[in-house]
């Protein structure tokens, strides 16, 4: 591999990425894929180079609450042999770079600046846990969702973003009758275009205005972590 996106492994000195990138295997991810599911032991940690990824709790009624959005700035499968508390499953297709999740976690222990970036972003995904518990009790249908649409296009290559609203829906805990309101409320004021499986946003200006306050606070806690912001994009060199 010539070139590295995930921004975990783009933080690494480039000896240890060198080393610990030795080990990965590339994969295709395509949407509807299943990465990891929720009750099955951690047995692969997958870092994400393009596409996004949800991951969501699966509650008894076979609902689906949303936990977080992965793309390049992050991974899936963290903590090699514990039982995985969410479902992870492709929304947008793209590439991710797989190692066994034991070997992660000997790698981690021999290399500490692999533990600090492992470290850092665990604690990132436990702050935007607790501020997605906030937000769903807090804020307004069409703030939050303007905050998951911001949130996916910053994750994702372009501004057309691929979903069903029966997913959407799904993710931010509201009926699909209050979604397609909402969506059509922010496409009257010119901030997307609605389209056959997904939308275009049309003005990201416009829709951070209308996006409560979690949106800024989850994204900015990456930088403040020591790690790059999720909408940062380029590549780093893999050796």
Same mark, same amino acid.
Not at 22 to 26: K, L, R, S, Y
Not at 168 to 178: N, P
């Given at each position: 591999m010539?070139? +590295?996106r995930n921004?975990?492994?783009?933080?690494?000195?480039l000896a240890?990425?060198a080393?610990?990138t030795?080990?990965?295997?590339?994969l295709t991810l395509?949407p509807?894929d299943v990465?990891?599911r929720?009750?099955d032991?951690?047995?692969?940690?997958i870092?994400?180079e393009t596409g996004v990824?949800a991951?969501f709790r699966?509650?008894d009624?076979?609902?689906?609450?949303?936990?977080s959005?992965?793309? %390049?700035? !992050?991974?899936?499968?963290?903590?090699?042999?514990?039982?995985a508390f969410?479902e992870?499953?492709?929304?947008?297709?793209g590439?991710?770079?797989? +190692?066994?999740?034991?070997r992660? %976690?000997?790698? &981690?222990a021999?290399y500490?600046?692999l533990?600090d970036?492992?470290?850092?972003?665990?604690?990132y995904l436990?702050?935007?846990a607790?501020?997605?518990?906030?937000c769903?009790?807090?804020h307004?249908m069409?703030?939050?969702?303007a905050?998951w649409?911001l %949130?996916?296009?910053d994750?994702?290559?372009g501004?057309s973003l691929?979903?069903?609203?029966?997913f959407?829906?799904?993710?931010?805990?509201?009926?699909?009758?209050?979604l397609?309101?909402?969506?059509?409320r922010?496409?009257?004021?010119g901030l997307l275009?609605? !389209?056959? !499986?997904g939308? %275009?946003l049309?003005?990201?200006?416009?829709l951070?205005?209308?996006?409560?306050?979690?949106?800024?606070n989850?994204?900015e806690r990456l930088?403040?972590?020591?790690?790059?912001?999720a909408a940062?994009?380029? &590549?780093?060199p893999?050796a």
């Open positions: 010539a070139e +590295i921004h975990l492994l783009c933080e690494l000195p240890v990425r080393i610990v030795a080990e990965m295997t590339e395509r509807g990465l990891q929720q009750g032991p951690v047995l692969r940690s870092f994400i990824v991951q699966l509650l009624d076979g609902a689906r609450v949303e936990a959005l992965v793309g %390049r700035e !992050g991974l899936v499968g963290i903590g090699a042999g514990a039982t969410t992870a499953q492709v929304q947008a297709g590439s991710g770079l797989a +190692i066994d999740a034991d992660l %976690r000997l790698l &981690a021999r500490p600046p533990a970036v492992l470290t850092r972003y665990g604690a436990v702050d935007e607790r501020m997605n518990a906030v769903n009790a807090a307004a069409e703030q939050r969702l905050k649409l %949130r996916f296009h994750r994702s290559e501004p691929v979903f069903t609203q029966e959407a829906s799904e993710m931010l805990g509201v009926q699909r009758t209050s397609t309101a909402a969506i059509g922010l496409a009257d004021q275009v609605t !389209g056959r !499986g939308v %275009r049309q003005n990201l200006a416009g951070r205005a209308v996006a409560c306050e979690c949106y800024r989850v994204e930088p403040e972590m020591g790690l790059p912001e940062e994009r380029g &590549a780093c893999a």
